[in-house]
């Protein structure tokens, strides 16, 4: 499989589906991250620059993934982008890696930022059904990033309801390793970013199918053969 993780911002990925992510890549699949906001200023208490990309390529080694791609899209204000031009970076990055499998935000995460990645992602997600040549779309799953997709209110329509259950157990530790590789990015509990949610969530997730440590995932679209869907 070719796997795309189009998210807005550096350690959204990790976040989301850095041990799924791992646990492909150490099964032989490509990985690759494209980040819409890849030279983000800093936000609270984070590094920016040169700073955020050494910590960016060293997430991305941790977990086995390839070489990222990095949009110079504007962080915390990817509303001010014309939709267009997102729908044709990400494009652009399912051409160059030939992705058939493709992870992103979840709709209604309470980040604008990534609701907007979403919706630049789904369109661009087609885009095999619109030029030939391209491997067809086998998978679209919609990610779970705390303190944003669990920060999302009561009302809106739009909760988090996850559908697919990946465990992960070894592959956990890789990924708090590459979160731990983002300077500022983890926060003490009971701030959702901290050691001690990351794990009550994998360990929430991964009961709720009965399985070990978990990931949790919508799958937004599945199509292909039966060994492809069901295998
Ligand atoms: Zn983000």
Not at 5 to 24: F, S, W, Y
Request: aromatic letters at 8%; charged letters at 20%; a negative charge.
């Amino acid at each position: 499989m070719n796997v795309l993780i189009v998210v807005a911002h550096p350690d959204d990925e990790v976040l989301g589906c850095g041990a799924t992510g791992a646990a492909l890549a150490a099964a032989g699949h490509a990985v690759r991250t494209c980040f819409l906001s890849g030279h983000a200023e800093a936000r609270g208490g984070r590094p920016e620059g040169s700073q955020l990309e050494a910590d960016m390529r060293e997430a991305q080694r941790l977990l086995g993934f390839g070489d990222a791609f990095l949009g110079g899209f504007p962080n915390i204000r990817l509303n001010t982008v014309p939709h267009i031009e997102m729908v044709k970076f990400i494009e652009s990055a399912m051409v160059a890696t030939h992705a058939d499998v493709i992870f992103t935000h979840h709709p209604g995460d309470v980040n604008d930022d990534h609701v907007n990645v979403s919706r630049a992602c789904q369109a661009a997600a087609r885009l095999s059904q619109r030029q030939p040549g391209l491997p067809a779309l086998r998978r679209l799953y919609f990610m779970e990033i705390l303190s944003s997709t669990d920060w999302s209110f009561a009302g809106t329509g739009a909760r988090f309801d996850p559908d697919t259950f990946v465990a992960v157990n070894g592959a956990f530790e890789q990924k708090m390793a590459a979160l731990r590789a983002y300077r500022g990015v983890m926060r003490p509990y009971p701030h959702p970013r901290s050691e001690e949610t990351l794990r009550g969530l994998a360990t929430v997730r991964g009961a709720q199918a009965g399985i070990g440590l978990a990931e949790a995932f919508v799958t937004a679209f599945a199509a292909g053969d039966v060994r492809q869907v069901l295998g």
